[in-house]
């Protein structure tokens, strides 16, 4: 008896030193600081008080307990009892938070699981911010880390999504996650504390729990060990993505700020290894939406062929975000623009002069003399033209037949081939008669309306554009 003793002592003393190294060393929690701690009253995060409170005297730190009633269980009430008489039995201040969970699910329609986290989080996140605390102190563990892993393999994750959960991540610290369950659960029992059972840890229609209930002690026959294993593993690609985080710093620091977004150069992001982009564009997501929850590999791929299309522009919808794809650059959105129809559309009943974006047009009747097209300048037959004509912008469907080709050939082709970006292609003024686009103005005229040998006056039609202010 007494040599079971010795080591339970022991086995507790090896406990608290490997906890306080996490908490200092992985965690990044300093002596003196003031933390908030999650207690639901469970096992866990009841064991992740107990350690912190032998930690306080060497490491001077202020513990505050926090616990939040999510209201789908009739006694969560008594969760709570039970967890404001263990703070005040230890002398630790608590806040409490109520949220009706199954009420946010209906509205948000989001599942139990995902409305509870975010409960949580919000309620957690908003008492650390009012309190002043450095840290929020959570009680996951071995088996939560192995679990997470594996439910992010049977679900589909990048390689990064199997670093599962961070010893620190913001505001957010794990100091137990390489401590067991077992092991846990005997440090509570030297220290004669009592924990609340959750009933709704047993119900099967959580994914977790049919995992941890059904599927993992089959798992844990077969390979013993295996949540310490899987947990490890979650460690070393942990490592692995710290690395690739310090190769990605320069490229995001390449980012064109948009006032909806960010451009990111197709010239900087098409010689990266498939690895380093891939993690690019995951990361350019991240900052554009706050997280990249709701993102699966299909998406990825489709980024992927936006990036390697030799000469194409695209969009691509995501989940909270958008990303379009120019001649030269992805532009990652928060929304799709709206295009501008930046050509006001407007009856032409004559000659005159008529504004346009960035100048004007002007039609003037001249002699037949000297009828030479350019770029800016078009002649059309005074004999065949017929009043009104139109302004406006490309609407789908346009189709010009281009002076010196048979047939016709749709605009949207035409503005590939001169490699206008999506928002030129608004911005090109058309001159119509009718639905009949006579001239692309400043890039094309159709073949229709042609001055006519025998005609001695025509329609000059001048395209001005106005020189840029200099700032």
């Known amino acids: 008896m007494k040599l079971q003793r010795k080591k339970s002592g022991m086995e507790r003393q090896e406990l608290e030193q490997r906890f ?31 350690l912190l409170h032998r930690c306080i005297r060497p490491l001077g730190l202020q513990l505050v307990v926090a616990h939040l009633d999510h209201g789908l269980r009739p006694a969560s009430g008594a969760d709570a009892v039970f967890v404001a008489r263990l703070a005040a039995g230890l002398g630790w201040p608590a806040v409490f938070g109520f949220a009706s969970v199954a009420q946010q699910a209906q509205q948000q329609r989001l599942g139990l699981e995902e409305a509870g986290r975010q409960a949580r989080y919000d309620f957690l996140y908003q008492q650390a911010h009012r309190l002043g605390c450095a840290a929020i102190l959570l009680g996951h563990q071995q088996e939560d880390q192995a679990e997470t892993l594996m439910l992010r393999l049977l679900r589909g994750t990048a390689v990064s999504g199997l670093a599962a959960m961070a010893w620190r991540s913001g505001l ?11 092991e846990l659960l005997s440090f509570l029992a030297l220290e004669s504390q009592d924990y609340v059972t959750d009933a709704s840890n047993a ?4 994914s977790r729990n049919r995992l941890r209930h059904q599927l993992w002690p089959q798992l844990q026959q077969e390979h013993p060990g295996l949540s310490r294993r899987l947990a490890q593993l979650a460690q070393r690609v942990a490592v692995e993505e710290d ?10 620091l390449q980012l064109e700020p948009l006032s909806e977004g960010f451009r990111l150069s197709l010239e900087r992001l098409r010689p990266l290894h498939p690895a380093l982009r891939a993690r690019l564009l995951r990361e350019v997501l991240r900052w554009l939406r706050g997280d990249v929850q709701g993102l699966a590999a299909g998406h990825y791929a489709q980024l992927e062929t936006l990036v390697q299309a030799a000469d194409f522009q695209g969009v691509c919808c995501l989940p909270r975000a958008v990303v379009v794809r120019t001649r030269t650059a992805l532009e990652f959105l928060r929304r ?8 006001e559309e407007c009856a032409i009943p004559g000659p005159g002069r008529y504004p346009l974006p960035g100048g004007w047009l002007e039609i003037n009747q001249v002699p037949a003399t000297a009828a030479a097209d350019d770029r800016c300048r078009i002649y059309l037959s005074s004999q065949d033209l017929r009043w009104p004509l139109q302004l406006r912008s490309a609407r789908p469907g346009d189709r010009l037949a281009p002076l010196g080709m048979e047939g016709h050939k749709r605009l949207k082709d035409l503005f590939v081939e001169w490699r206008l970006e999506r928002q030129q292609r608004w911005q090109t003024p058309l001159l119509c008669q009718q639905e009949r686009v006579l001239w692309v103005v400043g890039y094309r005229r159709s073949r229709l309306l042609l001055p006519q040998p025998h005609e001695q006056w025509v329609w000059r039609v001048d395209f001005q554009a106005v020189a840029p202010k200099s700032r």
């Open 172 to 182: 957010l610290a794990r100091p137990l996650l390489d401590c067991g369950r077992d």
């Open 20 to 50: 306080r190294h996490n908490l200092l060393q992985h965690c990044g929690i300093s002596c003196g600081q003031r933390l908030l701690v999650a207690v639901s009253g469970g096992s866990d995060s009841v064991a992740l008080l107990r």
């Open 203 to 206: 119900e099967l229609c959580f």
């Open 336 to 343: 799709l623009p709206v295009p501008e129809q930046d050509v």
């Open 243 to 252: 690395y690739w985080q310090q190769q990605l710093q320069p490229l995001l």
